[in-house]
């Protein structure tokens, strides 16, 4: 009985040694893994040479601009979480000292702040006030799409990804620019 414990004992410890480890990986270890659809290593180096494009090129200057971010629009077969990308880009501009986000148009909490200055249970020396939030200067809208080919018996997936900046005064765009992420891999990969 106790040969037959051991052996059974031994058996799970081999079975258990020769299990895959799970990692934790740091961004720049995740950032070698290569895959065939996107990743957010690939979203935010785009993301940030056209961020870095568009501030040195068209919100350069002194001024600093108050800024609604609009959700990147997913245009791929793949299911993108891209609220995260919009995140990132928000935290980016931020960062630069160029620009101030507002979330006006995502977040109702200013909007019904405000209607608490009707409400009789309200101490009105605690409510904000209305009149005193400012509309966006300009507006970045972003859209990521795929394009797929067969090149010499391999699949070429092209994502591109693409932002433009528009001045809400009087509706022009005054910048835009695309970053094309290409990938080579198995004709056969499914990508969605």
């Known amino acids: ?3 037959k ?3 059974i004992l031994a058996a799970l410890v081999a079975v258990g040694g020769c299990s895959p ?3 934790n990986l740091s961004s720049a270890e995740s950032a070698e893994l290569v895959t065939a659809k996107l990743s957010n290593n690939d979203f935010e180096n785009a993301a940030k040479l056209m961020i870095d494009d568009m501030l040195m090129h068209e919100l350069s200057g002194n001024k600093t601009y108050l800024m609604e971010v609009a959700e990147v ?6 299911r993108i979480n891209t609220a995260d990308l919009t995140d990132y880009m928000k935290r980016e501009l ?3 000292g160029k620009v101030t986000v507002t979330n006006l148009n995502e977040n109702t909490s200013v909007a019904s702040s405000r209607d608490l200055n009707n409400s009789a249970i309200m101490d009105k020396s605690t ?3 209305n009149a005193t939030v400012s509309a966006a200067d300009v507006s970045l ?4 799409s795929q ?5 010499n018996g391999k699949k070429k997936i092209e994502y591109v990804f693409s932002l433009s900046l528009t001045n809400l005064r009087n509706g022009t765009e005054i910048w835009s620019n695309k970053e094309v992420i290409t990938k080579l891999t198995n004709k056969n990969m499914k990508t969605w």
């Open 1 to 3: 009985m106790m040969k």
């Open 5 to 7: 414990t051991l052996l």
């Open 21 to 23: 480890e799970t990692q």
């Open 73 to 78: 629009r997913n245009d791929t077969m793949q």
């Open 94 to 96: 931020r960062r630069s």
């Open 127 to 129: 409510t904000m006030k």
């Open 141 to 144: 809208f972003g859209r990521i």
């Open 147 to 151: 394009q797929e080919f067969i090149v």
